[in-house]
DNA sequence: CAAACCTTGACACGCCCGTGGTAAGGTTGG
DNA sequence: CCAACCTTACCACGGGCGTGTCAAGGTTTG
C-alpha cells in the first residue's frame, strides 16, 4: 500500500494531523478514504501538501487566501466582477499603493516571524507546483 | 467643490466614517488630501464605494478577499505560484468539491445575512464597475 | 483481544477582522 | 473666536482563523 495515513502523512509534510483535516475541510486537499472512512494520502497529495507550506510561507498568505483564489478561478461570475473592480483603478499617476498594502497584508505575522527566524528560500513560481 | 468630505461620502454611500478609513488602509480606495489632510472623495471615489458594498454583499465575501484579489493582480509571481498549485489538482473524477467549500466560506456570515435580510440582487458582473 | 491507530465533535486560546467609540489635537467657516 | 468639522491613535468587542487537545466510538493488527 502506498498510501499513507493522516499521522504518516503529517510527520512527513511537516504539518499536524489537525490541520490536515482543516485544509480538507477548507476544500483544498481532499484525500481519497478507506472503505472504513481513513483518510489515505498518496504520492500526489503528499507533495501537494509540501508545495502548499511553500506557498503559504513564502508569500505570507493563509490558507484562506488560497481558498479565495481557488473560488476565484471556479466562480468565472465572481473573478468577472472582481476584476471589473480591480480594473477601474482611478488614476493615481505617481502613487506607489501597492507598498502600503503589502506592509499591511505582512505586518500581521512580521514580529512572529522575525523571531522564529522564518527566511524564505528565492524558490521560483515555477518549481513550485 | 465637489469633493466630500469622509463624513459627506460615508452617509451617501452607506459607509462608516470608520469603514472609509479603513477601505484605505487596505489600500482598496484611497482618496485625495487637502493641503490639510483631509480626505477629499469625488465622483470616481463615491462610486467606487458603491460597487464595493455591492461586491461584497452579493458574492459573501470580506475587504481582506478583495485586497487580495488586488494583491494577486499586483503581484505577478504570487499569481503565477498560486495558479500553479491550484492547476495541480490531483483527478478528482465524479467528486464535487467547489460545493463543500463554498458551503464552508458563506457558513461564516448566513446566520448573520439570512436575520439582516441581505437579498443580493441579480446585477450583472458588467454593470457592477 | 488489546494496543494503537482512525473517525467526528467539542472546548480553548491567541491573534486578526470588521466595527464602534473616544481622546487629543489641527482646520474651517460663520 | 468658537462650533463643527477633520486628523491619528488608541481601547473594546464579537466572531473567524490556525492550532492543540480531549472524549467517545469504530478499525486494524500483532
Redesign the pocket.
Known sequence: ?DA???????QITD??????????R?GLIE?Q????????YGPAELQRLRTLREL?TRFQ???????FAQRLRRDDELATAIDAWLQAQPRRPEHVPAADWLR??Q??????LALAGVRAEPATAANLA
Chains 1, 2 share one sequence.
Open positions: 500500500m499513507l495515513t493522516i499521522h504518516e502523512a503529517a504539518w499536524s494531523p489537525r490541520m490536515l483535516r482543516y485544509i480538507e477548507a484525500p478514504r478507506s472503505d472504513a472512512g481513513y483518510r489515505l503559504v498568505i493563509g490558507l484562506g487566501d488560497v481558498g499591511w497584508e505586518d500581521k505575522h512580521s514580529r512572529l
